[in-house]
């Protein structure tokens, strides 16, 4: 398993349990509508970042990681209820058993999402994880 999906999975441990999303929680690039309110957690981008000048050195990478919630209905209320319960939830253990050096906070956007019977609001929380790991051994966290 690699380390983003270790950082994914610590993540969605954190925010299991909530109090408006509870344990509907899942770890896709897609959200497949069912039960709402819910959770969706997934990586989007993983840059490295050498210090100048430091041939060899460990990088630190920057991984962005969605978590984003959906309701049924026009009730943006709830949205932000979901807004107010990850962040805390997230920044109760910066370092995500130890995979993590720190987050921070990314862009947040809400918006509709799809059609007809399908349709749902969406809040996107995004989330910047930094790690570090030795090159050539990606799968594990310096």
Partial sequence: MSIRQDIVDAVETAVTGLATTGANVHNRRTFALGTVPALN??????EPSYDEGTLGSIPMRRLEVHVEGYIKGD????????YDEVEPALYADQTLGGLAIGIELGTHTIGPEGE???RVLAVDLVYVVFYRTAEGAPG???
């Fill in 41 to 46: 957690v997934y990586w989007s981008e993983d």
């Fill in 75 to 82: 009730d943006e209320s709830v949205l932000d209820d979901i």
């Fill in 116 to 118: 007809g019977e399908d």
């Fill in 140 to 142: 594990v966290a310096v």
